[in-house]
């Protein structure tokens, strides 16, 4: 729960930042959560908007630890790993799941699909599967 709080203050900053008058906005765009992440943050003082930046990130990073599906020590890649076996997870986890349907998000993230996803192998940029190995 404390990188969603960490998160939510570091959104916070930054839509504070975004009603002051700058001229030049920072923009800063890196990879993040899976995909390539932009933020464009407007303030009077640079450092302050760039601070507000980097702690964005920072809070994309501390989720991202939690569910990073690639990393086999994450909580979510342990539970993918046995999908069918009952599995507790961690509280962060629970946590993260828990915003994403209080967003609504739910059926835009879904962690139960990784082993459909692997099976497409996108990464390699593999032929889709038959379906003999979709069905269960």
Known sequence: ??????????LAMLLAL?????????VV??????TVVSI????EDEASVREAVENAYTAMAEVQAQID?????TPLSQ???????????PP??????????????SADYSPTLLGVSKLYRFEEGGPAPDGDALSI
């Open 1 to 10: 729960m404390r990188r969603f709080v960490i998160l939510g203050i570091a």
């Open 18 to 26: 975004v009603g002051c008058s700058a001229d030049e906005p920072v």
């Open 29 to 34: 765009s890196r990879e993040a959560l899976g």
């Open 40 to 43: 464009t943050a407007y303030g």
């Open 69 to 73: 599906s690639h990393n086999p020590e």
């Open 79 to 89: 539970f993918n790993s046995s999908p069918y076996t009952p599995t507790v997870l």
């Open 92 to 105: 962060e986890a629970l946590a993260i799941l828990d915003e994403v349907a209080a967003l609504g998000a």
